[in-house]
């Protein structure tokens, strides 16, 4: 395109030039579909020498809250490459930064799920929980909270990787001069 005074300018729609690409924003997408699944799962195994053993899902704790944070992180990456808008995309990065600090709050500390598991069953809480939690119950966790760290983390890293990436072709196709 030339102008009145004879110089040519390159102008892309404004819809290509946002555009996130599609390679880190499905990325980012499996990272979410993985931290909602993972979330689903086993977190805990809690064995009691009376109870025996009992399994106790991510919905029994913060798993309710990676969850969310997860599907609100799908829910923002398909709107974004959908409709083809890199800030939507990139604001998808944000819940699953969320989902990211609840999955390392359980993975330090993880006898959070007994303690809660103890409240439940016994009706024990403060010092009697803890001196219950000591004495006689073992707790682990499973691999599925390190699932949904890693999925949350790609979902994080893709969402700000189109993103940005979308934001920067709309810089180069923008008009100088």
Known sequence: MTTAHGRSTVTAAPAAADRPPTLPALAALAGSILAISGSLLDWSVVEHQQWGTTELTGMDGDGVYTLIASALAALLLLAGVLGKRALIVLGAAAPALVAVGFALRTLADPDRFARAYIADELGATGERAEAILTSVVECSLTT?????????????????IAGARGFNGRRRSEPTG
Do not use: E, T
Request: proline fraction near 6%.
């Open 144 to 160: 599925y909270p390190w699932l949904v760290l890693a999925g949350a983390g790609l979902a994080a890293l893709g969402a700000v």
